[in-house]
């Protein structure tokens, strides 16, 4: 099967779910939304495994299915107790960077792109990490700091693999960056709140992120 043939059937489920989660969600206000999250995710995990099986490897030697699997996790976790959620999503996040690292992350542009990255999430953040300063809530802020910093440390490593790995780096590259988009209006969210049609675009930058971080296991 080629991608674009895989492609054709995870795509019309994905925007099925991503409709039903919607539909759940604002209209109907179920608990039962959580499966339809999770139903989107589902098929990134079934993307990543099924890349590494026509490799005739086991997926469950792949960090980038493990990692899957542990953003499949979150998208529950989140709906029932936040912080174990944010947890597990780290936990992916280190796999997809060891997975980076191993790829040939580490470039002699990687510390100077992330302290550029790092600059502009600052900037991004500065009225939000001004008003915890003033508030004294230092751990929240310190919080905030390092996931930043953790997230553009994934990015950075990930721009730079079409150096090491070719065109076939672009795919985690323009994941690992939707992916950090979306954490970061996540976060937004979380501080000073966003409208509906945001979140609603975060939600989609994160399925598009995981999709294509998820393919790159496809030759």
């Known amino acids: 099967m080629e991608r674009w043939q895989w492609l054709l059937l995870a795509l019309p489920e994905m925007a099925a779910g991503t409709g039903v989660y919607f539909l759940l969600k604002y209209r109907l206000d179920s608990k039962w939304k959580i499966l339809a999250k999770c139903m989107v995710t589902w098929m990134a995990v079934c993307t990543a ?84 300063w003033k508030e004294k809530n230092y751990l929240i802020m310190g919080g905030l700091l390092f996931y930043l910093d953790f997230l553009m ?36 969210n979380i501080l000073v709140g966003l409208s509906r049609k945001k979140n609603d675009f975060a939600l989609g930058l994160y399925y598009a992120a995981v999709l294509a971080i998820a393919l790159v296991t496809w030759k």
């Open 49 to 132: 495994a099924a890349g590494v099986i026509l490799q005739g490897k086991t997926p469950f030697a792949s960090l980038i299915f493990w990692a899957m699997v542990l953003f499949l996790a979150a998208d529950g976790l989140l709906e029932v107790c936040f912080p174990a959620g944010a947890a597990v999503f780290a936990l992916g996040h280190v796999l997809l960077i060891v997975w980076f690292f191993r790829q040939g992350g580490l470039h002699p542009m990687t510390a100077a792109v992330f302290l550029v990255l790092c600059l502009v999430a600052l900037l991004l953040f500065r009225g939000e990490c001004g008003k915890l």
């Open 153 to 188: 440390l994934m990015v950075s490593m990930a721009v730079l693999l079409p150096v090491s790995m070719g065109g076939k780096g672009l795919l985690p590259g323009a994941g690992a960056l939707a992916f950090a988009a979306s954490d970061m209006m996540v976060g937004k």
